[in-house]
């Protein structure tokens, strides 16, 4: 075991409390404990029994600093070899040393009871508060109805694997993702914080777990199991966003960076200059040094920042609004301007074919060659076109398949080649479409199909506009959003008509997917350093581990796209538009609090500061009120983020 090894099991891992209990190790808890008590009770022995000689007083509160210590001294030894020189382990361990050095032995060894002793009441009332928060968007069941060879029988939720067979009654939660074998029923999914109301089921439809069976008795096989499940995806979203990137704003980080440093320089000054221009002694200047060094350490001013992010979080996805990370927070917090791709945003996603126009064959022929040549394509056209054909798909005959995301496809079909797509694709074959194709309706768009480059015909489809879409943008504006920006796949009248009736001024048609992407670019590029920009799209916009030019990819989806893998940073379940704006509301909410309780703890700070200076209080007393002001912050931000202040609150 070399030195390093030995330092990190002098730690325990953690001197936090709260970490230890989350993690379950109890063993070190214990330990710590007990070191705790031993220490407190050699320390009241050495002050309340007379008759022991001075000079042993002082060994046994020194021997009583190093047992209640030692994990403060090894973390400080492990942070200055990592290279952080100024750490709260090392400032605390350095008063402590300070105080013994200069006849304050009492005050340092009551420094390092205190500190670990609020510290256990600073990591109880975080993982406290952490779970509490985290209790509020807890959607699983913990047992589930197995049914197995005719016999049914009670077993754990989490036992339960892909294949099983479980029977789901009126009233009961849905324990595992699964799909309807037998039965009917209407599934209610406001758990999941999906509010689009109450839904009738049947055989072959998928149930999330989480939803709660309203009416009839179903039998289902499951299809993921239950830590695979959409329950269980949103409730470690939320759990592990304050743990993606760094929970703290960027200006709170220059804070945390300089604070510590700054008032260490402080306390040098203090030792130096007060013997020389006061009639202190050098040891009272050192004293009052000391408390310096205690309040230099920031953990006090930010502690409450995670839990924030965490109570923001859950309060998010009561919502149906779920935050990745704490970077996505923080950019939807700063949005300048918000670019919504058409298609599944301000528009429903799924358009229906409305019209076949075919010019030397039949409209049949027409829908059956189109629909073999979208047959390998996953877009919401290329599935509407399919379904209005309905009929077989002769896999065989398809060959040389190649899609262009935006444009369209060419395919070879029983031989013969193949163009499906928007007017760009013809373009790059040359082909001619006449006049009267080439305009259509509002809220339609059009996909030609060309054989053997020749106009052969156009397929139209309807994609009705979201009813909640025109008060989305507005409510964005409300927001503080300067700009709200439109893409479209379709031509360019449509796209006007659709922006005008929305109240968008700025608006892109025809876009493929890498137009798409330099435009938002140069968005972002035309925007304050300070504000970020939001791309606002359809599942799959973000399929795979694609991500935009956007600083904050944001995805609105059913609650079903939890069982999909993405790489948005926010995912707004539901479909409900008017929750772009709530979500801002939340972040900014989240970032006003996070401001509020570090400035409070740094007015408690600064006030311990000018006590210290003035001689007027204690190492100790500097530790108690640290630390009290750490424990406020933390009951506050979870005080601020429950019932109808946060609603009230997150809608502002």
């Known amino acids: 075991m070399n030195f390093t090894e030995i330092l990190e099991k002098l730690t325990g891992g953690s001197t936090a409390v709260g970490g230890r209990l989350a993690a379950g190790d109890m063993n070190s808890l214990i330990v710590f404990v007990a070191r705790i008590v031993v220490a407190c009770v050699a320390f009241a022995v050495a002050l309340l029994v007379g008759s022991i000689p001075e000079v042993w007083v002082t060994v046994i509160l020194a021997l009583c600093a190093l047992l209640a210590g030692c994990d403060i001294v090894a973390g400080a030894v492990l942070d200055i070899m990592r290279g952080d020189y100024l750490n709260r382990g090392l400032l605390i361990t350095l008063a402590a040393v300070l105080g013994f050095a200069f006849g304050a032995a009492i005050e340092g060894c009551a420094l390092v009871l205190l500190y670990q002793i609020s510290g256990v009441f600073i990591d109880y009332a975080v993982e406290r508060t952490r779970r509490t928060v985290l209790d509020t968007i807890y959607c699983d069941t913990t047992h589930a109805n197995l049914y197995d060879d005719g016999k049914e029988e009670t077993v754990r939720a989490s036992s339960l694997q892909p294949g099983d067979q479980i029977v789901i009654r009126a009233g009961e939660i849905v324990p595992c993702d699964c799909i309807i074998t037998d039965g009917q029923s209407r599934v209610d999914k406001a758990p999941l914080g999906d509010e689009s109301g109450v839904l009738g089921v049947k055989e072959g439809d998928e149930l999330l777990s989480g939803s709660i069976n309203l009416s009839g008795e179903l039998r289902c096989e499951v299809t993921a199991a239950q830590s695979d499940s959409a329950a269980s995806r949103i409730y470690d979203t939320v759990e592990n966003a304050p743990g993606r990137g760094e929970a703290l704003p960027e200006s709170l980080i220059a804070v945390r960076k300089y604070f510590p440093a700054a008032v260490t320089v402080l306390a040098v000054l203090l030792a130096a200059l007060l013997p020389v221009f006061t009639s202190l002694t050098l040891t009272e200047s050192i004293r009052r040094a000391t408390m310096f060094l205690v309040v230099a350490s920031p953990v006090s001013m930010f502690a409450a920042v995670p839990v924030i992010r965490l109570c923001a979080g859950c309060g998010a996805a009561r919502a149906g609004i779920l935050f990745e990370s704490c970077g996505a927070m923080d950019g939807m917090a700063s949005a300048g301007s918000v670019a919504f791709n058409q298609a599944g945003t301000l528009t429903v996603g799924s358009p229906r074919v409305v019209e076949v126009r075919a010019g030397r064959m039949g409209k049949d022929v027409l829908l059956?060659?189109?629909?073999?040549?979208?047959?390998?394509?996953?877009?919401?056209?290329?599935?509407?076109?399919?379904?209005?054909?309905?009929?077989?798909?002769?896999?065989?005959?398809?060959?040389?398949?190649?899609?262009?995301?935006?444009?369209?496809?060419?395919?070879?079909?029983?031989?013969?080649?193949?163009?499906?797509?928007?007017?760009?694709?013809?373009?790059?074959?040359?082909?001619?479409?006449?006049?009267?194709?080439?305009?259509?309706?509002?809220?339609?768009?059009?996909?030609?199909?060309?054989?053997?480059?020749?106009?052969?015909?156009?397929?139209?489809?309807?994609?009705?506009?979201?009813?909640?879409?025109?008060?989305?943008?507005?409510?964005?504006?409300?927001?503080?959003?300067?700009?709200?920006?439109?893409?479209?796949?379709?031509?360019?009248?449509?796209?006007?008509?659709?922006?005008?009736?929305?109240?968008?001024?700025?608006?892109?048609?025809?876009?493929?997917?890498?137009?798409?992407?330099?435009?938002?670019?140069?968005?972002?590029?035309?925007?304050?350093?300070?504000?970020?920009?939001?791309?606002?799209?359809?599942?799959?916009?973000?399929?795979?581990?694609?991500?935009?030019?956007?600083?904050?990819?944001?995805?609105?989806?059913?609650?079903?796209?939890?069982?999909?893998?993405?790489?948005?940073?926010?995912?707004?379940?539901?479909?409900?538009?008017?929750?772009?704006?709530?979500?801002?509301?939340?972040?900014?909410?989240?970032?006003?609090?996070?401001?509020?309780?570090?400035?409070?703890?740094a007015l408690v700070k600064l006030i311990l500061l000018v006590l210290a200076a003035f001689g007027i209080s204690t190492l100790w007393f500097t530790v108690f009120i640290d630390a009290i002001a750490a424990v406020a912050a933390a009951l506050v931000s979870i005080l601020a983020f429950s019932g109808e202040l946060y609603g009230a609150k997150s809608k502002s």
């Open 368 to 601: 059956k060659i189109a629909a073999h040549a979208l047959s390998y394509s996953n877009t919401a056209q290329s599935r509407s076109v399919i379904d209005a054909y309905g009929g077989q798909i002769y896999i065989d005959l398809i060959e040389n398949f190649s899609e262009a995301p935006g444009y369209g496809v060419e395919v070879r079909v029983d031989g013969i080649p193949i163009r499906v797509g928007n007017r760009a694709l013809m373009g790059i074959g040359r082909v001619e479409i006449p006049d009267e194709d080439l305009y259509i309706d509002e809220g339609e768009e059009v996909l030609y199909v060309a054989i053997t480059d020749e106009y052969a015909g156009c397929i139209i489809l309807s994609d009705s506009v979201r009813p909640e879409a025109a008060q989305a943008v507005e409510d964005l504006r409300h927001a503080g959003v300067e700009g709200v920006v439109m893409f479209s796949s379709g031509p360019r009248d449509r796209a006007a008509k659709l922006a005008s009736a929305l109240g968008i001024t700025e608006y892109y048609s025809e876009c493929s997917r890498d137009k798409l992407k330099s435009s938002l670019s140069s968005l972002k590029q035309s925007l304050a350093p300070d504000r970020s920009l939001v791309f606002v799209g359809s599942p799959e916009d973000f399929g795979g581990t694609s991500h935009t030019a956007a600083d904050v990819d944001v995805a609105v989806s059913g609650a079903e796209a939890l069982a999909m893998p993405n790489s948005c940073d926010v995912t707004v379940i539901g479909g409900k538009l008017t929750k772009l704006a709530e979500a801002i509301g939340i972040a900014r909410y989240a970032r006003m609090l996070a401001f509020i309780t570090a400035g409070g703890a």
